[in-house]
């Protein structure tokens, strides 16, 4: 096989606040996808539900309001210009949204090439947390109230860099979702993902949250070694 070098970078962007618009939102995206084009950096990965606050961490009960959360086609008016920008710079990016479609709700991804065109989508399936609220809990975790099972499988696709797979937080702890973009010959994984540090289910110190994490992640690249994968999680 043909040795590749591909220089690739994760966005850490830090907390989005519940006030926060979209707009800030997408320029904090747009100032770090300079700041990675300026280093070299061919692909970028941003977290899971970038876009907007986690919002899985409140009992919503206005159905609108829960609405407002998720995107019905991407890009759009407010996103435009980071897609423009990737064009512009030559760097793909992963980002992590809610999804609305059909009146149904996904947790999703999309695979952006250099070019500023979507290349591949993705719908999380290792959906984790709680349907309906856990009394007296100060955090909430309700993924399972918000979004449905993804219903696109694990694809992988070829883009002139890598042969490139998409999955979001959870997912990355269950070996069939390596084992299936496996078998399609998967060079590069991007995950997004939103992990608390603190998790009001499962009293975990920081340190050994953070181990389990890169755990997981180092397994699953060795277990898939055939080609070299690259994990990238942010």
């Known amino acids: 096989m043909k040795k590749r ?9 830090g907390p989005v606040q519940r006030g ?23 692909w970028v990965v941003f977290p899971e539900l970038a876009l907007t606050t986690f919002f899985p961490r409140w009992d919503l009960k206005d159905q609108a309001e829960i609405d407002s959360f998720y ?44 070019d500023g065109n979507v290349t591949g989508k993705y719908r999380k399936i290792h959906i984790p947390g709680d349907a309906q609220a856990q009394d007296n809990a100060p955090i909430q975790h309700l993924e399972k109230k918000y979004f449905e099972v993804g219903d696109l499988g694990f694809p992988v696709w070829q883009t002139e860099q890598a042969k490139i ?18 078998l399609q010959g998967i060079e590069i994984g991007m ?17 050994l949250r953070m181990h389990h994490h890169l755990l997981s992640l180092q397994a699953s690249s060795i277990s898939r070694d055939t080609a070299g994968l690259s994990t990238m999680a942010c």
């Open 5 to 13: 070098m591909v220089h690739l970078a994760v966005a850490q962007m």
């Open 20 to 42: 926060d618009s979209r707009a800030q939102v997408v320029e904090r995206l747009k100032a770090m996808l300079q700041e990675a084009h300026r280093r070299g950096a061919r």
């Open 71 to 114: 995107e019905s086609s991407m890009p759009n008016a407010t996103t435009a210009s980071l897609f423009v920008m990737a064009m512009q710079l030559g760097v793909g990016f992963y980002l992590g949204y809610a999804e609305i479609v059909g009146g149904r709700h996904f947790n999703t991804s999309i695979l952006v090439a250099p």
């Open 165 to 182: 797979g998409m999955c979001i937080c959870n997912d990355r702890r269950w070996p069939e979702t390596w084992r299936t973009m496996g």
């Open 191 to 207: 995950v997004g993902y939103n992990t608390p540090s603190a998790y009001v289910q499962w009293d975990e110190p920081i340190h």
